[in-house]
Structures are given as structure tokens and as C-alpha cells.
């Protein structure tokens, strides 16, 4: 190879080169024209729009700015199970590496698709891309809406509330700040809770159907259901197995709607005679071994359980559940009074599904029962649709119980939200719907209802006559309560989770928001 000869400048002069020094002009910036587009447009203004930005190349120099809130997720690094990423509803400034969710899945920085606020005509779209000086590379901006009818201190309060990144960040008097929305005289009450809830549009909790279990979160919505659990049913070690699985991968993973809190293990640790619906073959002793393996599969997201104590030895499977913050309720049982006092001793804080698949209540014996009325601090669900429990049976219930501790339940089955009639296997035995939306057993026995939460507090408050406070209690600050989440879930307080719902006269649901995303 030729060796290449190097020469400073004044060499090259003293040999006869002569050179100059040229200096090339930068190029005139080509302007970028971002294309703004509506994907989906509406002049009602409780629907939400989407709105597509694409055409621009997007670097970590840019922010995409909207004058009005911008709905999408943000990432809480570390915050979900098990140290994993979790994704949550925000609203504000936009860095645009931050990924978007939205019903088209996930998109690319150079073209993101962003929720855009309520209002179309209010909410107006900046075309430029502003440098801004980064920090976390999100910023917020607050949004705001009002009633002269929001549900605070246990009574309805004119006043505002200011929503941002999920949470309850400011409450005001009614009219003192701009609201983007005004209900008037409409009615805001914390999101509903379902902490018995088997499934849903054709779906259950059984079937470990990723998409299934999806569909339900994001239409449970319609009903005001900002929270519930996900509930089993007694089947065998493989089907449970991969129920509880299938619940733990949706709940790290992406979804829309009502926020899955975890898995209420209805069964297998049941009595015989007051079985239910639940399939005998697979009713099993309660073990502390073989639930570890359940717990396993779920990632640990099994924070309920419903079983009968009478046949848990020294109470071995409760005490274990009860130091693992594990909810212990009894259900599906014969125990006696004296039975659910002691297993109140040791650990037991709640009942399922009241009167119901339970030892029945008589002045010289008063069964499980007996126990719910008596026992004050001991939670009970009650599944409020005028036929599992008559109203009277409701009222008696709650005005014994108090306003703290009764809980609302639906125990819906997948058959809700599909017409009367309807015919589906559950826990392997055969069921119909029936006219008043309870499914029943081919031999007539309840196997669980289609009750949708809204429809229950109405029948708690109009026709059993209960209290408003007990029945709103019953199906947000209770079961929060009850699962130790009233921290951020179950009212209205300034840093709790943006979990609300606004109900006409009738009870109807105009809109829901979960972690202060606008759901309908």
C-alpha cells in the first residue's frame, strides 16, 4: 500500500498550492406542518374525542401543548405488582418519547394519538411544537368540573373538583373557578366498587380469556363500577389455576376502564350443604399449601376469600390469609353463631353474599345470620337486587348493620348484559336468565344475579328505604374499607384516586370517570 504523505500549510505554499477557506451556509429550516386530525367527533360533550398529530419528526427537544386537557397514560416506574411499570391516566403537557395509549394500542412518537379534552370547541389545539426545558418530561394542567349536588361529608355539597394525573387535587365552592364541565344540579358521588363479581358480557373470571376479562373492565364503566374484583368460582386445580393467572397478566399489562383491584377467591374451601351454584366434585378442605400455590399463580393478587370456617382446622387457612393481608369472609357455609364468632376471633372481617348460601337466622339458633346482624364490625355483602334478599330483608340488613359495613355487591355472572332468557354453564352447571335478570339453576336454585351497582342503589334507597348515606356507603367507602384501600378509593377527599360517577334522579349514569379519565 502507498504511503500517504501528510503536509502542513506552509509546505503546500512553499510547493506552488495555493487554498482558501469556504464556509458553507447552514440550510434555511424547512418549516414541518404538523397534520392535526379528529378521529372521532361528537357534539355531545361528555363523549370524548380523539385527535391524531402525525407529518412532524418528533425529537426530545419538542412538547406538544394543548390549551385544554389531553387524556391519555403516563408510566409510574416501579409503582404496579411486583415492582412493575404501571400505567396510568393523565391529562396536561405531553413529552412526546412518553408512550400513548388509546383504542388503536400503542403509537409511534412520530405520530401519537392523545385523548383530547371534552369539549371540542373549548378545547383548541396549539399547531406548534414548543421547546421547553425538561425535567420529568411531563407536564400537567388541571381540569375542573362542578355540581351544585357533589357528595362530601356524607351530604351533597355545590363545589368543584380539580382533577390531574388520576387524582383529586382541589375541591372548591361551586362557581368560585372556571369548570370545563358543569352537571348543574346533577349528582357526584364517588366511583362504584364490586368486590363480587364473577363476570360479564358473556364472560367469566374461569374462562382466562385475556381479551374477555378486558372487554368487562372497559364497559363495566356504563354502570358507574370504577373498582371491583375479579371472582372465581370452585372448579379444578387447572381451571382455577389458570383464572387467577390470567387476572394477574391483564392487571400488569394495558387495559381501559374500571381498574381490576385484584381476585376475590370464591370456593373451593366451601360446605357441601350450602354449596349453591358451586360444583360439589371440586369443593375441597381448606389448605394453606395448596392455596400458596394459587396465590403463586395470581403474582399475589388474590385479596379476598370466601370459605367456610367450620371446616378450616385450628383455623390454620385463616390466620395464614389474615397475616398475608388476605381478606377472610365467610360464605357458602353452615357454621353456627358460635362458629362465626370465633372465626371473628381469628380473623374472619367479612361475610359473603348474606343470607344467602349461609346458616339462616332463628331465635334459638341464630346462624351466620345471626352473626351478620350482631356482629357490628364484621363486613357483610349483600347483593341488593330485590330478589336474592326481598327490600324488607334489606332494610332489616342495613338498619342493624349501621352505615359502615354493609357491602353491596352484584354477584354478576357472565349472562349480564345479554337478553332475558339466556342460557350459559356455570361452574359447570347449566343456568337461565330469568324475567327479573336473577339466574337460576335448572332445579330453581339462585346461581347469581345480572345486577348492574346503579340499579342496586336505587333499590336500596327507593324500595327497601334505606338510608342514601348506608346504600352509597355500602358501594364505595365500605368495601375500600374492607380491603384496606381507603387511602385513595371510597370518596371524595383531596388526593384520593379521581373516581367518580354522576347519576341523574333516576339513578342513570351520564358519566364516569376513573382516575379522571371521562369513560362515556
Known amino acids: 500500500m502507498d504511503k500517504i504523505e501528510q503536509y ?20 434555511e429550516p424547512v418549516e414541518q406542518k404538523p397534520t392535526i386530525e379528529i378521529l372521532r367527533e361528537t357534539p355531545d360533550q361528555h363523549v370524548t374525542p380523539y385527535v391524531r398529530i402525525s407529518g412532524i419528526e418528533l425529537t426530545d427537544k419538542h412538547i406538544v401543548a394543548f390549551y385544554r386537557k389531553i387524556h ?36 409511534r412518537a412520530s405520530e401519537m394519538v392523545f385523548f383530547k379534552g371534552r369539549n371540542t370547541n373549548d378545547a383548541i389545539i396549539k399547531s406548534e411544537f414548543t421547546p421547553l426545558q425538561m ?19 356524607d351530604q351533597f355539597v355545590p363545589a368543584a373538583l380539580e382533577l390531574e394525573q388520576g387524582r383529586i387535587t382541589g375541591i372548591f365552592p361551586y362557581g368560585e373557578k372556571q369548570a370545563d364541565v358543569d352537571y348543574g344540579s346533577k349528582r357526584i358521588v364517588p366511583g362504584f366498587m364490586d368486590i363480587h363479581c364473577h363476570g360479564a358480557y358473556e364472560f367469566d373470571t374461569n374462562d382466562a380469556k385475556p381479551e374477555g376479562l378486558r372487554y368487562w373492565a372497559k364497559h363495566i ?26 387476572v394477574a397478566d391483564v392487571m400488569e399489562g394495558s387495559y381501559e376502564g374500571a381498574e381490576i383491584l385484584g381476585i376475590h377467591f370464591e370456593g373451593p374451601y366451601l360446605d357441601m350443604k350450602y354449596k349453591g351454584a358451586q ?13 400458596k400455590h394459587y396465590q403463586q399463580a395470581a403474582r ?78 364484621m363486613y357483610g355483602e349483600i347483593i341488593c337486587d330485590g330478589c336474592h334478599s326481598t327490600p ?53 336454585t339462585l346461581a347469581g344475579s345480572t345486577l348492574n351497582i346503579n340499579k342496586g342503589l336505587r333499590i336500596l334507597v327507593e324500595e327497601a328505604m334505606v338510608p342514601f348515606n348506608y346504600a352509597l356507603n355500602a358501594c364505595t ?44
Not at 375542573?144 to 362530601?152: E, G, H, I, N, T
Not at 360444583?279 to 392455596?291: G, L, N, R, T
Not at 369472609?329 to 348460601?357: D, K, L, P
Open 477 to 520: 367507602i365500605n368495601p375500600a374499607r374492607c380491603l384496606h384501600l381507603d387511602d385513595r378509593k371510597g370518596s371524595i377527599q383531596i388526593g384520593k384516586d379521581a373516581d367518580l360517577v354522576v347519576l341523574d334522579d333516576n339513578y342513570d349514569v351520564l358519566q364516569t370517570y376513573c382516575m379522571g379519565k371521562a369513560q362515556l
Open 279 to 291: 360444583p360439589p366434585e371440586y369443593i375441597a378442605k381448606p389448605s394453606v399449601e395448596q392455596f
Open 221 to 246: 364503566v356504563s354502570e358507574g363500577v370504577t373498582s371491583f374484583l375479579a371472582t372465581t368460582v370452585t372448579q379444578s386445580v387447572e381451571v382455577l389455576t389458570n383464572a387467577v393467572a390470567n
Open 72 to 107: 391519555g397514560h403516563y408510566r409510574r416506574k416501579g409503582a404496579g405488582t411486583a415492582g412493575k411499570d404501571r400505567y396510568s391516566p393523565y391529562c396536561g403537557w405531553v413529552h412526546p418519547y412518553n408512550i400513548a395509549y388509546s383504542a388503536g394500542g400503542r403509537q
Open 8 to 27: 502542513t500549510e506552509e509546505e503546500l505554499s512553499s510547493m506552488g498550492w495555493g487554498f482558501k477557506t469556504v464556509e458553507t451556509p447552514e440550510p
Open 135 to 153: 425535567s420529568e418530561g411531563v407536564y400537567y394542567l388541571q381540569t375542573r368540573d362542578q355540581s351544585k349536588k357533589v357528595w362530601l361529608a
Open 300 to 377: 399475589g393478587h388474590i385479596r379476598y376469600v370466601t370459605l367456610a370456617p367450620e371446616h378450616d382446622e385450628g383455623f390454620a387457612l385463616t390466620h395464614y390469609l389474615t397475616e398475608h393481608g388476605v381478606v377472610v369472609s365467610i360464605g357458602h357455609s353452615a357454621a353456627t353463631y358460635e362458629q362465626a364468632v370465633m372465626a371473628y376471633a381469628n380473623g374472619a372481617r367479612s361475610m359473603t353474599h348474606v343470607y344467602n348460601g349461609m346458616s339462616p337466622f332463628a331465635h334459638r339458633a341464630n346462624g351466620l345470620v345471626g352473626a351478620a346482624y350482631r356482629i357490628r364490625t
Open 392 to 444: 324488607a330483608a334489606l332494610n332489616n340488613y342495613f338498619m342493624s348493620k349501621g352505615p359502615d359495613y354493609a357491602i353491596m355487591i352484584s354477584d354478576a355472572l357472565m349472562a349480564k348484559g345479554t337478553p332475558i332468557g339466556s342460557e350459559y354453564i356455570f361452574g359447570g352447571n347449566h343456568i337461565t336468565i330469568y324475567p327479573d335478570g336473577s339466574a337460576h339453576l335448572d332445579n330453581g
